[in-house]
């Protein structure tokens, strides 16, 4: 009998879950409501879907949630940091927390301090790390604050000064106080990623409730499975490792719906979209994974420097409000948004959306009563919709890398009014199961590992220093669970720097693969 | 003198991104830095050189270095601060303002820290009014300034003071400081008197910035008739838009070289041409130049009007490419060897832009 997994998504309204096959067969599905506590809801969802499922052939649980993100939105449950950081006497023009919303600020950041330490681009140190400013730090937070953020100018390229500070933390306050480093947290962009590795430290708490309820759920089914959370890049880690790492969960919705909606399809390779009541997200994946942005990325008003899927959003949605005027036919941007189920004339209501457009234009079908929009005019029709087509046209556009074409996976409740000839689209799939295509996303994630550091072409050779750039992170990728003789590298980017001598390059390159079996 | 405000900051960075063409680093650090030393020193005064002592001796300071390093090895200040004082003690001088060398990109916002924390005002000039990726591309370099005797320093207290005979070694020497230096460090240079600056130099720059930015701010809010304000203000005229669909790049003599290709929105007969290194400098539509070096090339977002950096340029952008005319004080003997096209390798004409202000 085939070995099963449980994928479980907690989004802003719904719960979902799936019970997933080894082939990647969806053999149950279920869609509750988000409650107030999401554990509840966890627990409802996880009851529902293994329902008549043989539970000794259930081996993972695979969970992708809103709470730490949420968390950080509405600046609740956060647990009050100290943050360190090794670099001086470099980068005292600017205080960790600079250009922090003010009552984020408030909440999270306690006692903090630029100790000398910190290395160079070429690997030296900006100074040696000064040992007794670790301790005294450790004994300002005593009691103050229960977690420390310490961040280390170039720790993506060296990391011993933030193990030793992490050693000397522990020294200081025991093994067990809440200790979070850069170099695990984020990459380049010392700000940024001190930025981040501060949020990971508030959010301790969060996390540890979160996954106790998760395994709380799962034990109270007698489900004894490995547990693991979804990344923000779509790969997974252990339960264990999210409760030090919540905050590389905090994207981790979009990612899942986009993996999943293209394994549903039993793609690697295409564009997803995915229209809800209000707007329209594209992304693009690429062996299986979403592009991410180049831009930095905000959390919660902090800029960061995570991997995130590079998304454009439009107002194109299911309930976005059609007007017929003088001047001719005007789409959006506002929108019912989920009230489009009593408000839109096909449902009896009294505002002309998309829905109502995309009826009468025969898109959608077996959704509310047809005869309610037989007075829309043709023209009105034909104008919207030669809009939406235009902005999707637009979208994907936007989105492609090259100019091949690629297939566009339309999910989502909005998805009938994606046209089925798109110019530049190689076909639109509108896969069977894409309303938990979340859920399915987080169940068949996989194992992965990253690098991101530079490297000096001169001295090694660019293949030599790529070569080691891919060990190391098949190297991560099976620490983290991947199964060492499926480990594949899914991406390299390569970012020369202007001004560096030796041809310095920044490598980044990532490592994935199912999760070993055992 | 007037005061330089928090909102004044913000047009600012707007308007430094804007005229780093492309490139000039990302002023976000730089400006979080202007934030902090005006927390901790106060604010900071716009001063024009006509109210200023006219044998008063003015510094500059910049940033000098990899900004990918920059990112990591974020300024500490004894860098900038450093060099402006080891400068002054060479000349046996103080100072009585702080000036830009390159408004555009970062070192737009970077004196400005200085003379917070030095209690100076920041005079309304530069030598560049725009990004280039070297320190003898100024318009003090065509009046015969020298850009030494200039300092380069780190934020530990090294500090190299050096003389040299032409503008170009002063580049050669600079560049090969940094290196033993850390590539993230302070640059003084073209020491010279108010009179000068007034003289020689390209003059309201800063307050050009602010308000450069200030009227594209406008155009980003969507307020009705900003795009041609904006237009009408800077002299400058939109080119091209279009849809980026390649976008090559790569890494020579230290510099991000690359080529962008984009193709109309409406007529796809119509493709640009962009070469880039480190800041955008060659337009072409069909081969035939439209906007060249010195002038500048700006790329914005064809939706929000945001201007976008070479390194953040992908496939499938949309957007609008807008020449902005060089400041007028570039318009002298000596300009095309220095930064026009040639300088660059190009072997293509400097093509003025098509009624730009003089």
């Known amino acids: ?518 | 003198m007037r005061e330089l405000t928090l909102e004044d900051l913000d047009d600012m960075v707007l308007g430094a991104t804007l005229l780093g063409a492309g490139g000039g680093g990302d002023p976000y650090i730089a400006r979080l830095m202007v934030r902090q030393a005006m927390e901790d020193f106060g604010s900071v005064m716009i001063a024009s050189p006509d109210e200023l002592d006219p044998d008063g001796l003015v510094l500059t300071t910049a940033v000098i270095g990899a900004p990918t390093v920059i990112s990591e090895k974020v300024p500490a200040g004894p860098e900038f601060v450093g060099c402006v004082t080891s400068l002054a003690a060479f000349l046996g001088k103080k100072p009585v303002a702080i000036m830009p060398i390159e408004v555009g990109g970062m070192n737009t916002l970077i004196p400005i820290a200085v003379a917070a924390e030095m209690g100076l005002p920041v005079i309304d000039a530069d030598s560049m009014r725009r990004a280039f990726p070297q320190i003898e591309m100024t318009v003090f370099t065509l009046a015969g300034i020298p850009a030494s005797p200039m300092s380069v320093a780190d934020e530990k207290g090294n500090i190299v003071v050096f003389q040299t005979t032409t503008n170009q070694v002063a580049e050669k020497l600079a560049r090969a400081s940094v290196m033993q230096l850390g590539m993230a460090n302070g640059i003084s240079c073209y020491p010279m008197t108010v009179a000068q600056v007034r003289k020689f130099g390209i003059q309201g720059s800063m307050s050009y910035c602010v308000d450069l930015g200030r009227k594209l701010s406008a155009v980003q809010r969507g307020e009705v008739g900003a795009y041609d304000a904006f237009l009408e203000f800077s002299g400058g005229h939109k080119y091209f838009s279009g849809k980026v669909i390649d976008i090559d790049r790569r890494t020579t003599e230290g510099f991000a070289k690359g080529t962008l290709v984009i193709e109309h929105l409406t007529d796809p007969t119509r493709t640009m041409r962009i070469e880039i290194q480190n800041e955008l400098l060659m337009a072409f539509e069909d081969g035939k130049p439209i906007v060249t070096t010195p002038d500048l090339i700006c790329i914005l977002d064809h939706e929000n009007a945001q201007p976008i950096t070479t390194e953040t340029l992908a496939f499938g952008q949309r957007v609008d490419v807008i020449g902005l005319p060089c400041a007028p004080e570039w318009h002298q003997e000596g300009m095309l060897e220095l930064v026009g096209p040639k300088a660059f390798g190009y072997d293509v004409p400097y093509t003025p832009m098509e009624g730009a202000r003089k």
């Open chain 1, 1 to 518: 009998m085939s070995r099963l997994r449980i994928g479980i998504d907690v989004g802003g309204t719904n719960t979902d879950a799936v019970v997933v096959d080894q082939d990647g067969n969806v053999l149950a599905s279920t869609k509750a409501v988000t409650t107030p506590d999401p554990s509840d809801g966890i627990a409802a969802a996880l009851k529902a879907v293994i329902e008549g499922i043989d539970k000794s052939h259930i081996k993972q649980a695979m969970l992708g949630t809103t709470h730490p993100a949420n968390a950080i939105i509405q600046r609740k449950d956060l647990q009050q940091v100290g943050v360190l950081r090794l670099a001086a006497p470099s980068s005292l023009a600017i205080r960790p927390g600079a250009a922090w919303p003010k009552d984020l600020h408030a909440t999270v950041i306690g006692p903090s301090a630029i100790i000398k330490g910190g290395y160079e681009y070429d690997g030296s140190e900006i100074s040696p790390l000064d040992e007794q400013a670790v301790r005294d730090f450790a004994q300002k937070c005593k009691g103050v604050v229960n977690a420390i953020a310490v961040s280390c100018a170039f720790a993506p390229a060296n990391y011993e000064q933030e193990l030793r500070a992490g050693t000397i933390i522990a020294e200081e306050l025991g093994e067990d106080y809440a200790v979070s480093l850069s170099h695990q947290v984020g990459a380049i962009g010392l700000l940024e990623r001190e930025n981040a590795t501060i949020l990971n430290a508030s959010l301790f708490g969060v996390a540890k409730r979160v996954v106790d309820g998760f395994q709380g759920a799962l034990l109270s089914h007698g489900l004894k499975v490995d547990s693991y959370l979804t990344q923000n890049d779509g790969t997974l880690m252990t339960a264990e490792e999210a409760i030090r790492l919540p905050i590389l969960t905090v994207g981790s919705g979009p990612t899942n719906s986009m993996r999943g909606a293209c394994a549903l399809a039993k793609l690697s390779d295409a564009l997803v979209i995915d229209v809800g009541g209000t707007s329209a997200d594209v992304g693009i994946l690429i062996d299986g994974f979403p592009r991410e942005s180049s831009a930095a990325v905000e959390v919660g008003g902090v800029r960061t420097n995570f991997r995130m899927p590079d998304l454009i959003s439009i107002g194109l949605g299911g309930g976005t409000i059609v007007r017929d005027e003088d001047g001719g036919v005007r789409v959006g941007p506002d929108s019912v948004g989920y009230r489009v189920v009593t408000e839109a004339l096909i449902t009896g209501g009294s505002t002309l959306t998309l829905s109502d457009i995309s009826t009468k234009g025969d898109r959608l079908t077996g959704f509310g009563d047809a005869s309610k929009v037989a007075g829309v005019k043709d023209a009105t029709v034909a104008g919207a919709l030669a809009w939406v087509d235009e902005q999707i046209q637009i979208l994907c556009d936007r989105m492609k890398a090259s100019r091949t074409s690629l297939p566009l996976i339309a999910v989502g409740g909005g998805s009938h009014l994606v046209p089925d000839d798109i110019p530049g689209v190689a076909g639109v799939i509108r896969p069977a199961h894409h309303s938990v295509a979340n859920a399915f996303g987080a169940a068949i994630a996989e194992a992965s590992g990253a690098v991101d550091r530079v490297y000096r072409y001169e001295a090694e050779g660019r293949d030599a220093c790529l070569d080691d750039a891919k060990r190391l992170a098949t190297e991560a990728a099976i620490r983290a669970g991947a199964d060492a003789d499926q480990v594949r590298i899914t991406s390299v980017v390569e970012v020369p720097m202007s001004y560096l001598p030796g041809q310095g390059c920044r490598v980044q390159v990532k490592a994935a693969g199912p999760l070993a079996t055992h």
